[in-house]
């Protein structure tokens, strides 16, 4: 049961190397912008993304992650559609085809299911993702915060991070890690952030920039905010160590915490769907009026 229309789960994992298909991107970065275009794409069909991401989150999650911990070199260079694409390795590393895709991912209810469970394997394998993102940005962060000066800076906020023609480094591809970056601090435990925090790479390049980010554009675009609020989580300040701890909390049953049909909201003694284990419902009763619209997103998952 493929969902029609494009781009399909199968196309992401084509266009990110997990799978074989024809037109698949002959080098890193015509990865990159291969990627930039097909989430551009899923957002002037929002029914269609979430099938999409649903798909793909199920099947390649595993998958994604493991290119994502360790990517391919890119090219020596790279032309597309007759555009040198001069994208620095480090950019790449710190923002690549696989972080968008990550980016993507956020709030589906895959993801969290990736994050919550208890296969030893994938436990392994999506350790320290918020360490690994956090070093990569610091490597980063001094060189896109140089482009980002009076004059670098551009006058249209809010950003698009989405648009087409950012050329890296720029504001607009700050905003995509540094969400990204949010999201996976949260799932990080105390200790480990305790430890990061004391890391002079973190303490004395990563957090210094993001607090320049955060007092010059907190509330005025999405890059302000998101770097506040790893900011804080990186200062460990408890109220925004509370605040990841009740997102972690929320995201548990995948889909809230009141039964899956949307005319319910009962909470108590919830069962999860057997086959995708994202959705949860109250009643027999309640999963069989709910699945004609639940079953577009109802995917077996491979972890
Ligand atoms: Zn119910
Ligand atoms: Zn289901």
Redesign the pocket.
């Given at each position: 049961m493929a969902p029609t229309g494009r781009p399909s789960a199968d196309d992401f994992a084509v266009a990110l190397g997990i799978i074989p298909g024809s037109g698949a991107p002959s080098c890193e970065q015509e990865r990159w912008m291969r990627l930039k275009e097909e989430v551009s794409n899923l957002r002037e069909n929002l029914n269609q993304e979430e099938i999409s991401l649903s798909q793909f989150g199920a099947l390649y999650f595993p998958a994604l992650v493991t290119l994502w911990k360790s990517p391919p070199a890119p090219a020596e260079r790279c032309v597309y559609n007759g555009l040198a694409l001069d994208l620095k390795e480090e950019d790449l590393e710190a923002y690549g085809p696989y972080d968008i895709m990550l980016e993507a991912l956020q709030g589906n209810p895959y993801f969290y299911k990736f994050m919550r469970t208890k296969n030893t394997d994938i436990v392994e394998l999506r350790r320290s993702m918020g360490r690994i993102l956090a070093h990569r940005l610091a490597k980063r962060v001094a060189v896109w915060e140089a482009a980002l000066q009076p004059g670098g800076e551009r006058a249209d906020y809010p950003f698009d991070i989405y648009r087409m023609d950012s050329p890296f480094p720029s504001v607009d591809c700050a905003t995509g890690p540094t969400q990204l970056l949010c999201t996976l601090l949260c799932y990080e435990s105390r200790q480990s952030l305790e430890a990061l925090a004391a890391e002079p790479e973190i303490r004395d390049v990563l957090l210094p920039v993001l607090r320049k980010w955060t007092r010059r554009y907190a509330r005025r675009c999405l890059l302000g905010d998101t770097a506040m609020r790893c900011e804080m989580i990186l200062s460990l300040n408890p109220l925004w160590l509370h605040m990841a701890t009740e997102m972690r909390r929320q995201n548990k049953v995948g889909e809230g915490l009141e039964c899956a049909l949307p005319a319910c909201t009962r909470t108590a003694d919830l069962k999860k769907?057997?086959?995708?284990?994202?959705?949860k419902y109250c009643s027999a009763e309640h999963q069989r009026a709910h699945y004609p619209k639940?079953?577009a997103?109802?995917?077996r998952t491979v972890f």
């Open positions: 769907c057997g086959k995708c284990e994202t959705a639940h079953k997103l109802c995917f």
